[in-house]
């Protein structure tokens, strides 16, 4: 399993991943996404997303379910939190 940003190319299986776990699939900008791959497919998603106060949220973190229970959302937020600056303040 690899994490890294999310390219251009991966939007629909983003949106796909966030509303398979019936997450609301509004504000989803690619470009703020981290994703998790296995084997060259996407299981699992991540992005921080900006408030109009400036504070930051965790949010659309979604796996697979065939992938879940393993860690991997931890590792997704873990790595979302390590590429910002300063402190995400939402859930």
Do not use: C, Y
């Not at 994703?35 to 699992?44: K, M």
Request: hydrophobic share 40%.
């Amino acid at each position: 399993m690899r994490l890294r940003a999310a390219a251009d190319r991966d939007q629909a299986t983003i949106r796909r991943i966030v509303r398979a776990a019936g997450i609301n699939p509004t504000s989803l900008q690619w470009q703020r996404f981290i994703v998790a791959e296995e084997r060259g497919e996407i299981v699992g998603v991540g992005q921080v997303k900006p408030h109009r106060d400036g504070t930051r949220e965790l949010a659309s973190i979604a796996v697979v379910p065939e992938r879940q229970g393993r860690g991997l959302g931890s590792e997704i937020i873990n790595a979302l939190i390590a590429r910002e600056h300063g402190e995400v303040l939402h859930l």
